[in-house]
T-cell receptor, first 118, second 113 residues
Framework: GAVVSQHPSWVICKSGTSVKIECRSL??????MFWYRQFPKQSLMLMAT?????????EQGVEKDKFLINHASLTLSTLTVTSAHPEDSSFYIC??????????????FGPGTRLTVL | QQQVKQSPQSLIVQKGGISIINCAYE??????FPWYQQFPGKGPALLIA?????SEKKEGRFTISFNKSAKQFSLHIMDSQPGDSATYFC????????????FGTGTRLKVLA
């Protein structure tokens, strides 16, 4: 149980284009989803927290107009990298927390999306 | 006060040995401490987690030791195997509308066959 998927698993795009990454909780409903960014050999950096039906909360230093997050349902959140540039190339990982119950504190992570901007 | 300090940065252990990774935190409001394992190119996977009301938790070969007064917790991997070679992250969290994690810097573990 508690499976989170991401699509696509990897994407290559040209500079200036936009890329959408989907995060789905497959077997549970998620009140909250998180988006992280991870550079090679580094830790996970939280970008934003999204709650179903409300605006995402962005961490300090993260451009909300660049990284658009939509949490349309209890099983789907999307991250759109707008006007991508080479410096946006990174590993993007989402996580999800269950709606209720004993595992409210646990984040279940997706497999990640490797974005390369040329 | 929001930092979680993790050590060592890298660790090499012989097969069958014990791997020990340490984390320290400052914010006494933290009340949930998970450990995640990450393989290259994959997302982190929950290994084991603990709350401050217990000093130790064991699941299979993985044990968390928790020292509330010292604000430290550690992961022990018993009988380490080459398949355990991965990066391990500790995290600390507290409820503030949701459980947002503060991650440690990670430890790259290599278990020699």
């Amino acid at each position: 149980g508690a499976v989170v998927s991401q699509h696509p698993s990897w994407v290559i795009c040209k500079s200036g284009t936009s890329v959408k990454i989907e995060c789905r909780s497959l077997d549970f409903q998620a009140t909250t989803m998180f988006w992280y960014r991870q550079f090679p050999k580094q830790s996970l950096m939280l970008m934003a927290t999204s709650n179903e039906g409300s605006k995402a909360t962005y961490e300090q230093g993260v451009e909300k107009d660049k990284f658009l997050i939509n949490h349309a349902s209890l099983t789907l959140s999307t991250l759109t990298v707008t006007s991508a540039h080479p410096e946006d190339s990174s590993f993007y990982i989402c996580s999800a927390q269950e709606v209720a119950g004993a595992r409210l504190d646990t984040q279940y992570f997706g497999p990640g999306t490797r974005l390369t901007v040329l | 006060q929001q930092q979680v300090k993790q050590s060592p940065q890298s660790l090499i252990v012989q097969k069958g040995g014990i791997s020990i990774i340490n984390c320290a935190y400052e914010n006494t409001a933290f009340d949930y401490f998970p450990w995640y394992q990450q393989f290259p190119g994959k997302g982190p996977a929950l290994l084991i987690a603990i709350r401050p009301d217990v000093s130790e938790k064991k699941e299979g070969r993985f044990t968390i030791s928790f020292n509330k007064s010292a604000k430290q917790f550690s992961l022990h991997i018993m009988d380490s195997q080459p398949g355990d070679s991965a990066t391990y992250f500790c995290a600390a969290s507290r409820y503030s509308g949701t459980y947002k994690y503060i991650f440690g810097t990670g430890t790259r573990l290599k278990v020699l066959a």
